[in-house]
């Protein structure tokens, strides 16, 4: 910067009141990049000095001299025609639509991001393809191939943990389980509204509310974590003991309606014959006895459960 007359400054050697200045080219082009990029610190770090000195007081608030006012409806004007872009629509649908270019491609034509673009190409319901769809067919040519080879390098490819390291990081795992009200916790912490992913239910769907994990782990825990038909436990298999519907009945989630099964048993016998309804009768009759001398739950003839309200 240069100043047109001569520079006036205050006992602390800051510039007085009316001191002008003409800009003459910017910081790159009158120091350099590199020079540029120091006397731009240097600065910045003065300013906070004198924020912290409280040599330089901040405009905030009631301090700053525009506080309360307004601008007026020539300004606004003026301002909202300045951000206005004057982008052709019929040109960038015409451009999208027949010519099939992308809407990046035509963001950097019109010199702008392609948030406007894709407004544009929305307001006349036109649908946003990916790119995907403008890449293909196109292959990358062996140089840009081996650039993204260099630049996705992985340092540690083929390298391998110490004995020692090892050793360490399994003294850190060893006997670092949750408890199981820590589970509970984790469980219900994003059931249900609670979940970003949450849709209003639809996804429980053909099952009722009461379909849940704490649901299916109350029948596992009352089970012992054993089929109830062939008697194997969970730690024998490689996955959780699947919780049958004993009537098939999904809006029917009850203690007295699930039961513990192993996956051969649940999908291989149970629902084996789905379409046979007195081969499905049976099997319904068989597990709710089983449950019945068990935990003296209560069925009717036609298989209803009975319930036993406390009084």
Not at 137 to 155: C, D, I, Q, V
Not at 192 to 219: C, H, L
Not at 298 to 310: A, M, P, V
Request: with cysteine; charged share 35%.
């Amino acid at each position: 910067m240069e100043q047109e007359n001569k520079i006036i400054r205050d006992e602390k050697g800051r510039f007085t009141k009316g001191t002008r200045f003409v800009i003459r080219g910017s910081f790159e082009e009158r120091f350099g990049k590199e020079k540029s990029v120091l006397i731009r610190k240097k600065m910045s770090d003065t300013t906070k000095k004198g924020y912290d000195e409280g040599i330089t007081k901040k405009l905030v608030g009631e301090d700053h001299p525009m506080y309360g006012t307004q601008r007026s409806e020539k300004v606004r004007k003026k301002i909202s025609e300045g951000n206005k872009l004057n982008l052709d629509e019929k040109k960038i649908i015409e451009m999208y639509t027949k010519e099939n270019i992308s809407s990046t491609k035509i963001a950097k034509k019109f010199t702008c991001s392609t948030k406007p673009i894709c407004r544009i190409l929305r307001e006349n319901n036109i649908k946003i393809k990916g790119a995907s769809y403008f890449n293909k067919g196109k292959h990358l040519s062996e140089g840009t191939r081996k650039k993204m080879s260099e630049n996705n390098a992985r340092p540690f490819e083929g390298q391998h943990h110490t004995e020692e390291t090892r050793k360490k990081l399994c003294e850190l795992q060893t006997g670092n389980h949750p408890t199981e009200e820590t589970i509970e916790k984790m469980s219900t912490a994003k059931i249900g509204e609670k979940n970003v992913m949450w849709q209003g239910g639809i996804s429980k769907e053909p099952y009722d509310q009461n379909w849940t994990p704490k649901f299916r782990r109350a029948v596992r825990k009352r089970d012992n974590q054993v089929c109830m038909l062939c008697g194997i436990h969970r730690e024998k298999l490689n996955r959780a003991l699947s919780v049958h519907h004993i009537n098939h009945d999904k809006k029917m989630s009850l203690l007295q309606n699930g039961i513990s099964l192993c996956s051969p048993c649940h999908n291989g016998i149970v629902h084996k014959d789905d379409k046979n309804e007195e081969e499905k009768e049976n099997w319904i009759k068989l597990l709710q006895r089983k449950l019945a001398k068990l935990y003296s739950y209560q069925y009717s003839e036609i298989n209803e459960i009975i319930l036993e309200l406390n009084k």
